[in-house]
């Protein structure tokens, strides 16, 4: 079903999927499809062609919003992960003199953090002031009653908390249920990355009450690198949204958008010297129409999530990775970052005595893992293409290596 990459004409075993998920076979015929289609139909493809380009964005909903335990409405495919934070954080970053910080992880991920830096900047305050970082432990990870400490600790001066739910580090899945449950108390809104946990371990954003989430859909979502991202929008924050919760969290405030086209009312999109009247929905966050070479092999991908089951993925690589606890435990040149409680896909751990080379070796012997600085490898069990037994070749051979 996956396309995995050949080292001297063998299939690798490929352990890299949280950084860029395989190709599905199906890719290459959803992409070829709609050259065909601006082949044939010109400028015409946007609305004459079947599945027309125009209303394309729509046709990613359904897998993204069972990916997210979302609703259709609150999910949509535009831009990247990081230009989607800017997006979003001008709707939900909305410092007031009391309120004014964005909490965060001390080991966020770079773009994460440079965004988040310069978010505070454009609001005319110091990084050292408005940004409140949570310490990471020795292994990288965070516990979850030091978070909740955190914000109790902060709450009066806390506007945002921003946070990856599953740590591009050490694999750490945090629970976002109780994080998110903790915030509404004290009005702080809620915004996190899911570029390592969509796709890999089952989410209920919409039941956790998170306010918006953006991911990547190059890793375990296997669209393709650089493809187009994604984001959530809680319902509660939809432009013109009457519901309860808005009306008892919000005191109805109307969310402002950054306004395009594609966030505007079907009806009107075209039409020049008239005001921005947002979708109410998701889409409202939209920019610019879809970029459908690339939505295309996302819908290839999500084609295949549809037809399975996140939960029972899950179930299967959690077996998995319990191997590889229970194997690297009785090492003592290893170090396992991942708490084994809180672990998705992947895991992290740092290896004594050793550099990156063992990442060569390993090559040698047609497994492909990652290797971040100081000594942390990085491997990932991705159901839809790992097989049971070439991972436990793989933590077989990385023991006996060691
Ligand atoms: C956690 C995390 N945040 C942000 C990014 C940056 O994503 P993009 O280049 O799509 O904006 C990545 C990319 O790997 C990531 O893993």
Same mark, same amino acid.
């Given at each position: ?156 001066? !806390? +506007?945002?908390?921003?946070? /990856?739910?599953?740590? $591009? @580090? =050490?694999?750490?899945?945090?629970? *976002?249920?109780?994080? %998110? ?113 690339? !939505? +295309?092999?996302?819908?290839? /991908?999500?084609?295949? $999530? @549809? =037809?399975?089951?996140?939960?029972? *993925?899950?179930?299967? %690589? ?85």
């Amino acid at each position: 079903m996956f396309l995995k990459p050949l080292n001297n004409n063998v299939p690798i075993h490929y352990f890299c999927g949280h950084s860029l998920g395989l190709q599905p076979e199906i890719t290459r015929l959803k992409i070829n499809a709609e050259l065909e289609k601006w082949a044939l139909y010109g400028v015409e493809g946007h609305f004459e062609s079947p599945d027309p380009w125009f209303s394309y964005h729509h046709t990613v909903k359904k897998g993204l919003a069972e990916l997210c335990g979302a609703k259709e409405s609150e999910v949509n495919a535009n831009g990247s992960l990081t230009s989607n934070i800017h997006n979003l954080f001008a709707s939900f970053y909305n410092p007031t003199k009391e309120k004014y910080k964005i909490l965060t992880e001390d080991i966020g991920f770079s773009s994460d953090n440079f965004a988040m830096q310069t978010q505070v900047q454009f609001h005319g305050y110091q990084i050292e002031d408005a940004i409140v970082f949570l310490e990471h432990n020795e292994n990288y990870c965070f516990d979850t009653d030091y978070i909740i400490e955190q914000i109790e600790k902060h709450k009066n001066e !806390l +506007s945002i908390i921003w946070l /990856s739910v599953v740590n $591009f @580090l =050490s694999g750490q899945v945090l629970n *976002l249920e109780l994080i %998110s449950n903790c915030a509404a108390k004290y009005n702080i809104k809620v915004g996190v990355d899911l570029a390592h946990a969509i796709g890999n371990i089952p989410l209920k954003l919409h039941t956790w009450g998170v306010d918006f989430a953006v991911w990547c859909s190059y890793k375990y979502l296997n669209a393709g690198p650089g493809a187009t991202g994604g984001y959530f929008v809680h319902e509660k924050n939809f432009p013109q949204s009457k519901i309860e919760e808005q009306l008892a969290t919000h005191n109805s405030q109307l969310t402002t958008i950054l306004g395009g086209w594609w966030g505007h009312k079907e009806e009107t999109r075209f039409q020049t010297g008239i005001s921005f009247d947002p979708v109410n929905n998701a889409d409202a966050w939209l920019h610019s129409n879809a970029n459908v070479l690339s !939505l +295309s092999a996302l819908r290839a /991908s999500l084609e295949i $999530f @549809l =037809s399975e089951d996140i939960h029972l *993925l899950s179930a299967k %690589s959690k077996k998995q990775t319990i191997y590889a606890f229970d194997k690297f435990r009785q090492s003592n040149k290893i170090k396992i970052l991942t708490p084994e409680k809180q672990a998705g896909n992947m895991i992290s751990i740092q290896v004594l005595n050793q550099d990156k080379s063992l990442v060569t070796k390993l090559k040698e012997q047609n497994i492909l893992v990652d290797w971040r600085e100081p000594g942390i490898m990085r491997f990932s069990f991705c159901p839809l293409y790992n097989e049971e037994n070439e991972w436990k070749h793989f933590i077989d051979l990385l023991n006996e290596m060691l």
